[in-house]
């Protein structure tokens, strides 16, 4: 057994540090806190997209059973943060960046929350939605994303980006131009969104909210209110999944703190499922075109990549759809168009591999059209192409190790038994089809603070304001610890989700096993450093040592040269009369120029898959994820992490899409039911493969992110798959029968 | 037998009870599309309601119109089972009501008199872990834990009802629970394990 195949099989003997809390029902989410005397809040939803409210009668809704308040635009208290007024702002306080929810009359979404129920019980609440009038001046609602971007007086924010010459690809001995469409995605976490709110006089204010990071969301909260960031707590002990949709405050956060101020009591409020469709953000809808060509050796000449991604009316949200085309294949002539389309919807958030998940849709999708064009093997022509730097920085890339995840994902897939010409491969009667694409996305290294405590029986506990959605951050920060500490894993006990703990990031943009592993592995340095020095100071057999003569493992201080010279660090605490050693350090992050390197986690995905000529139907049979994320921490997580990704790639590519019904505005399938997310049936044996190699110019943890890289790429390889099994084409995702030419 | 104060009969209860269903049970999506409501409803009396949850009995009184999950996480404080979408659709909710799987949110709560719910709290036996808890820790299957209870409880009655005899039979018997972080095939894989252990479970 090599020392990878220890190393895996070692974690996948571990399980998740807090495993058992989540499997016996007792690890608390965010709305599961009971407080006493705990009211509930319900959200009254506009039912038009778009104008003003002329008048709401909120008498009957007040007289109903249990209704404690109705609050709304005409007797929402004064918010600091709602204020416009930006010269008599006081320093501690921002302007709330969004929709000010229950602030004005204005209507800017369907389903945007109008006005705020507040009972006694859910029940009641729910009972008096209905006793809400609400008279409304109703203008027509853009909506129409495919017919509105052809329009280009709507588009705005336009950024261009060009190296060598413009369209370029129309001169390449080969080329191919086409169109992509991704409809909007809906992050749909199983948790739904929720927030408790609770006062202490009128300056305290605690809440218990679904968030990925609770220190953001408690400087939001202290800068809406007014509040010194000391006085305002945010726990978020657990996270039932997030995906991006928690990377913001969102209307149900403040709209608690209203209300609990307002009636002087806790308040809860919980999102419906339908209301996280509309009040928590999505991936925007995007329509992209790239044009790409190569000599007849398939050396790319030009790359074009154009795209629009739409955001609200009132407020601007951009993604990184284009950028892809800058950077990840060799190429001198890349021209770039990114712009934004305004709508009459709420406003878009990231979603997990934001920009990148939809940008290498379209331009793995184009490079595989270009392939067969070439006549050359879509890993081939990938192969062609790589690049040891980033072509659009020019940096070096820390580490690039694609060609290690084509080879094995092009043996463990069966790439051999593909058919090079589309529609010839048949089994059973089914047309059997393999496909492949590379995800790539940033791989940073941000600032995070961390606590430790290092107790004399031995125990170290750590802590940060940090949130753990779900990857396993709390496990492999355990595991970081332990290793760097040399003590078992039990030894160590990492707390985070409390905005009182040291500061420390939002979980996104796969940047928190760096972040705060460093942070993790710079706190664990900076005890043992402190331990060696009390050593020296008062165990008599270290007298006269120094810091480096020394070392500390197994809860040990002892000489390096001679491990016989040794105390324990219950003694060592006891003779400096100390019962534990408490610091907080704080790592600091280094951008790529600093770094003078290009730090990027890579993933290469392989499918095979089967369509039924009858009907369409189709069988993805198996997927291959392979990754490059420098150094994994922890083989068992990371894994399940990479399948997730899978699982999350086919909903983009096979089902997932909110569908409006343009002339109001409303979302038609709000549903779980009518938004189909992958089942346990749809799901393809998934094999996962990290290349594992540690990336030392991302400091001594070695580590990139995965959550990302996990999903990027992989809709266009089931696209990609599903050209080589029928020869069909399709551009605009969910893939459907009636796309492949069949009725519905 | 007296199933509830609601009404005398049996049959005034069915139809008082699928009315409030109808009411507070259909998905908002569609009750938002009717008019505003022109009356203020009248108070709703509590009503008695008397069933074992993990092997305990409770003496309650419940508005009509909470749902059995409402009750469990709001009242009671089993917060165990978890709310995903309230309308059937997801499994998040999935309890077992006298030995068969049930979405708690499609349950109103005093349609389980003298009824026996066992919850994921009501699993393990004390700190001993059940079998199926057990092999979901050992393969990972889950990343965020809030779909877990609900796989687990249904994953139990898939090996109980000897549906988990293939994994494309336990696959076909868990469509009624999402992931959507994906843990589908370690879920799976840990169901499989159970099956094929042979223990009772």
Known sequence: ?744 | MKRCAISDTRRGFIIKSASIAALYLTPSILVKAYATESVIPLPIPKEKLQLTINGKLFNLEVDARTSLLNLLREEIGYTGTKKGCEMGQCGACIVHVNGKRTNSCLSLAVTNEKLSVTTIEGLANGEALHPMQEAFLKNDSFQCGYCTPGQIMSAVTCVREGKAKTKASIKNYMDSNICRCGAYQNIVDAIYEVAQSGKKI
């Open chain 1, 1 to 744: 057994m090599n020392q990878d195949e220890l190393f895996y099989k070692s974690t996948m003997e571990e399980e998740r540090v807090d495993g058992i809390e989540k499997i016996t029902g007792r690890a608390k989410y965010s709305a599961e806190h009971s407080l006493p005397n705990m009211a509930y809040g319900v959200f009254v939803e506009s039912r038009i997209a778009k104008g003003t409210i002329k008048s709401m009668d909120i008498t009957k809704a007040l007289a109903s059973d249990g209704v404690i308040d109705v609050i709304y635009y005409e007797n929402c208290p004064a918010i600091p943060g709602y204020s416009t007024d930006a010269t008599n702002r006081p320093k501690n306080v921002s302007e709330w960046r969004g929709h000010k929810v229950l602030h004005d009359n204005v209507v800017r979404f369907f389903g945007q929350p109008i006005a705020l129920i507040v009972a006694d019980t859910l029940e009641n609440a729910n009972a008096a939605i209905r006793l809400v009038k609400a008279e409304y001046d109703t203008v027509i609602p853009e909506i129409d994303f495919d017919k509105l971007r052809l329009d280009e007086s709507k588009l705005k924010g336009t950024n261009n980006y060009k190296r060598g010459e413009e369209k370029k690809y129309k001169q390449a001995a080969v080329f191919i131009e086409a169109e992509y469409n991704i409809p909007i995605e809906v992050h749909n976490p199983m948790e739904l969104h929720a927030t408790i709110a609770v006062w202490e006089g009128d300056d305290k204010l605690t809440v218990y909210d679904k968030n990925q990071g609770p220190r953001n969301t408690q400087v939001t909260l202290a800068r809406t209110f007014g509040l010194p960031e000391k006085n305002v707590r945010v726990i978020t002990e657990n996270v039932g999944g997030a995906f991006g949709s928690g990377l913001r405050t969102w209307a149900n956060t403040p709209a608690a703190c209203i209300a609990a101020k307002k009636i002087q009591r806790p308040v809860k409020i919980v999102l419906t499922r339908p209301q996280m469709f509309t009040m928590i953000g999505y991936r925007p809808h995007s329509w992209q075109k790239v044009g790409i060509g190569a000599d007849n050796s398939g050396i790319l000449q030009g790359i074009s990549h154009e795209g629009i991604s739409n955001t609200s009316k009132y407020e601007d949200f951009r993604e990184g759809l284009v950028n892809v085309s800058r950077y990840l294949y060799a190429c001198a002539n890349v021209d770039t168009k990114y712009s934004m389309l305004p709508l009459d919807l709420s406003t878009p958030i990231w979603m997990r591999g934001p920009g990148e998940a939809s940008g290498c849709f379209a331009l793995e999708s184009a490079l595989d059209e270009l392939s067969y064009k070439l006549k050359i093997d879509p890993v081939e022509l990938r192969i062609k192409n790589f690049s040891d730097i980033n072509p659009e920085s020019k940096l070096p890339f820390s580490a690039n190790n694609l060609k290690d995840c084509y080879a094995y994902g092009k043996e463990k897939i069966g790439w051999s038994k593909r058919s090079k010409t589309p529609g010839l491969l048949k089994e059973n009667g089914w047309q059997i089809g393999y496909g492949m694409a590379v995800g790539v996305f940033g791989a940073g290294k941000g600032v995070a603070s961390v606590r430790a405590i290092l107790n004399n029986n031995g125990t170290l506990v750590l802590e940060t304001a940090i949130s753990d959605m779900g990857p396993g951050t709390t496990t492999s920060m355990t595991r970081i610890a332990a290793e760097k500490m040399q003590i078992p894993l039990e030894k160590v006990k990492f707390k985070l989700g409390d905005s009182s703990l040291p500061p420390g990031p939002s979980q996104g943009g796969s940047g928190t096993t760096s972040t705060v592993g460093s942070a993790v592995l710079l706190a664990c340095e900076t005890v043992q450093n402190k331990l060696k020095e009390l050593a020296i100071k008062f165990a008599p057999e270290f007298a006269n040592k120094t810091v480096t003569d020394l070392l500390v493992e197994n809860s040990l201080v002892q000489l390096v040269n001679n491990d016989q010279v040794k105390i324990s660090i219950t003694e060592l605490l006891k003779i400096a009369e100390k019962s534990n050693i408490d610091i907080t350090v704080t790592s600091t992050g280094k951008t790529a120029q600093e770094l003078k390197f290009a730090t990027n986690s890579f993933s290469v995905h392989f499918v095979r898959l089967a369509v039924n000529p009858k009907n369409g139907a189709i069988k993805i049979q198996q997927v291959v994820a392979t990754a490059d994320a420098g150094k994994i921490i922890n083989y068992k997580t990371a894994r399940s992490q990479m399948i997730g990704g899978v699982v999350g790639g086919v909903g983009m590519a096979m089902s997932e899409e909110a569908k409006f019904d343009t002339v109001t505005g409303q979302i038609i399938n709000a549903s779980l039911h009518g938004y189909h997310v992958p089942l346990h049936s749809e799901i393809p044996p998934t094999d996962v493969w990290f290349v594992n190699k540690p990336d030392n110019n991302m400091g001594e943890l070695g580590a990139k992110g995965v959550g990302e890289i996990s999903l990027i790429g992989v809709a266009a390889a089931i696209t990609n798959a599903l050209y080589n099994a029928t020869g069909k084409r399709v551009r605009s995702l969910p893939i459907t029968p009636q796309k492949l030419g069949f009725k519905a």
